[in-house]
């Protein structure tokens, strides 16, 4: 994550979706056949082993494979930035930078479901989108630069880390707090000195594990959070996802689909 050192993974991919084809003796939340989605590593693969404790979990039977693969990093990300690192209130200002992204699509829709007012920053082509998920208000990131705008909030969450906390820090409320998922030796100190001096924090963090999959599974089923895929590519064109992916200009998942034939 802060580039210092080669990853010692080959296979890529964290988000996955699927079915079950085979389970250990002792495992008893899932069976054979189940169809699952959620966060695992080395998931751009046809097949994968992890435990039962992993990010994982049934899928809502209207879910498609593709959907269920493009959810997970950035819904999971989105919950525990927002409710567990930053506690999140009804009636709270929030800025989210980077709203049309794989984290923003879903910061936007959860912010607004906790009954937050949300501004979004996006680029034009996607301030209808960041709109329709639910942003009272949209800024273009190609002609204005929020930090030089008026408006005070509560939070601003860098879903993109391409801000600061010393940039953001004059349109923080006096108790606000800079969330960023996107770590730098800067950020990582003035998370410490912000623990310590003045009433400002800047935040970063890591989220992980089934709870908060198990939160987003049933904001899907009631229908008060829609899953945004940019587009799906076959396993064969997957260095062409990548490379798309890559450029940075994604909205919400990319998707690969493996293959639905064999399905038990
Ligand atoms: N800490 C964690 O646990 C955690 C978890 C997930 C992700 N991350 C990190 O979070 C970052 C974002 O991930 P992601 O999947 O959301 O990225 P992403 O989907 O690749 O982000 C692309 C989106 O960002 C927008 N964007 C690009 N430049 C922008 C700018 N200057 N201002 C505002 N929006 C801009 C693009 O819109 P336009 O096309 O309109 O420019 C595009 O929609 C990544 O660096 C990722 O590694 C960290």
Redesign the pocket.
Known sequence: MMGLRKPKDDILGNEVAGQIVEVGRDVTKFKQGDKVFGCVNRSNAEYLVCTENATITTMPPDMSYEEGASIG??GI?SLHFLKTMANIQEGQRILI??A?????VYAVQLAEYFGAEVTG???T??IELVKSLGATKVID?TKVDFTKEEEMYDIVFD????SSFSKCKKILRDDGIYLT??PTFRLLFQMLWTTKVGKKKAK????SGPENLLVLKDLIESKKLRIVIDRIYPLEAIAEAHAY?EQ????GGVAISVYQENEI
């Open positions: 990093f950035g990300t930078n980077g049309s992204g794989g984290v923003g920053v996006c680029s082509k996607n990131y879903a993109v880390g391409k998922t996107v970063f963090g890591i989220a992916v940075g200009h994604k909205v």
